[in-house]
């Protein structure tokens, strides 16, 4: 069976500090990926998507960065956090031409 | 325009209530439609997939409009257990770009 799994679960971060959030998929191959960030109260926002190894498809101009360095592993990346960035990012993959989306459990970030 | 819009919420129902959710997209190429659930700070769950011809699955039922652009969930004989968000997905040919609503928040009560 297939299993999606991403951390850190939590994490609190200060402004201007790096980021680093991994999220690997076990059980499927060439899945589509995905990141979405969820703001307190709010829908899910789609950040990036992948279709493939090293593409990226970024939906939102922001100082976040994606990248899929093999099949079934995708992260998400800052160089330097804003207070804005809080939220919870979501991590899902996909069947190709399917659709249903199947999440991880969530990485809750605080930038403070 | 939102690329999908849901009706705000949230609802207030009691149990055994009928209650029905609203969602319209906007982009006429959408091939596929879901329902999907968020407990509060959980990850979203799939719920069910809403097909033209329409489908149920126990108290619940889906159906889709291609003309209107409209989809529905109908949520019968409330439980309060079916509290939670409930969120509209769309997705593009291929499974690509797959769009959220903002979601309706349902609160059942006894």
């Known amino acids: 069976s297939q299993t999606i799994h991403q951390w850190p679960a939590t994490l609190v971060q200060p402004v201007g500090s790096p980021l680093s959030l991994e999220c690997t998929v076990e059980?499927?191959?060439?899945?589509?990926l995905y990141w979405y960030r969820q703001a307190a109260g709010r829908g899910l926002q789609l950040l990036f998507y992948s279709v493939g190894i090293g593409q990226i498809s970024s939906e939102v101009p922001q100082n976040l960065s994606a990248s899929r360095p093999q099949d079934r592993q995708f992260i998400l990346s800052s160089k330097k956090l804003l207070l804005s960035d809080s939220g919870f990012y979501l991590c899902?993959?996909?069947?190709?031409?399917?659709?249903?989306?199947?999440f991880g459990e969530g990485s809750r970030l605080t930038v403070l | 325009r939102k690329e999908v819009e849901q009706d705000p919420g949230p609802f207030n129902v009691p149990e055994g209530a009928t209650v029905a959710f609203n969602c319209t997209y906007s982009n006429s190429a959408s091939q596929s439609f879901f329902w999907y659930r968020q407990d509060c700070r959980k990850e979203p769950k799939l719920l069910m997939s809403?097909?033209?011809s329409g489908n149920e699955d126990g108290r619940f039922t889906a159906q889709l409009n291609r003309a209107s652009q409209y989809i529905s969930l109908l949520i019968r004989d409330s439980k309060l257990s079916d509290s939670a968000t409930y969120l509209c997905?769309?997705?593009?040919?291929?499974?690509?770009?797959?769009?959220f609503g903002a979601g309706t928040r349902l609160f059942v009560k006894a």
């Open positions: 809403v097909y033209s």
């Open positions: 899902a993959w996909s069947d190709q031409g399917n659709g249903e989306l199947f």
């Open positions: 997905v769309v997705n593009g040919a291929g499974g690509f770009k797959t769009i």
């Open positions: 059980g499927t191959s060439n899945p589509n």
